[in-house]
């Protein structure tokens, strides 16, 4: 069985009749259920959630996951990512399972994990972990459009394998 089919279905805005607003609100019951009611554990550790600021009421995390953009106050829904929403805990709990690409990077003076889950047939899809000193954050997850950001990453992998073999 590969992973794909493993995966829950994509949630996509059409099952809700093109309303954003059902959309939103299911994806966030989604959010809540795998994220508050029962925390991921990526790795034996229970992960655990940036809340504030809230963005429309709801998690902070949510808005990263869901949303694009680099400036914070302005970000754009990003339907790639909403449909995939369901994607992110099983990703983070079956990583090693399904042995998926896990490696550690820094940005911006912040230790990251990254999970990529790898398709043939579409779009691949990544999930971003922060590491803080006593806990882990789901950060964001978001899916790989273009042949540079695949390349990007595969290098960024490629790197973190050649320096942990070293």
């Avoid at 079956?94 to 940005?107: N, S």
Wanted: glycine share 4%.
């Amino acid at each position: 069985m590969t992973i794909h089919q493993q995966l829950p279905d994509m949630i996509l805005l059409s099952d809700y009749g093109g309303s954003y607003h059902n959309y939103i609100e299911e994806l966030y019951r989604i959010f809540e259920k795998d994220f508050i009611s029962n925390k991921p554990v990526f790795r034996g550790k229970k992960l655990a959630l940036k809340y504030h600021p809230e963005v429309s009421g709801k998690a902070y995390t949510f808005y990263h996951m869901t949303h694009k953009g680099s400036d914070e106050a302005n970000r754009t829904p990003d339907l790639r990512r909403c449909e995939r929403l369901s994607w992110a805990k099983p990703s983070i709990e079956r990583c090693d399972h399904w042995t998926l690409k896990v490696w550690t990077q820094e940005r911006k003076g912040k230790k990251r994990i990254c999970i990529w889950v790898e398709f043939e047939d579409q779009p691949d899809y990544i999930v971003i972990l922060d590491v803080r000193e006593k806990y882990i954050l789901p950060w964001t997850a978001y899916v790989i459009e273009y042949s540079h950001e695949k390349r990007k990453k595969q290098k960024e992998y490629d790197e973190f394998i050649k320096a942990k073999t070293a």
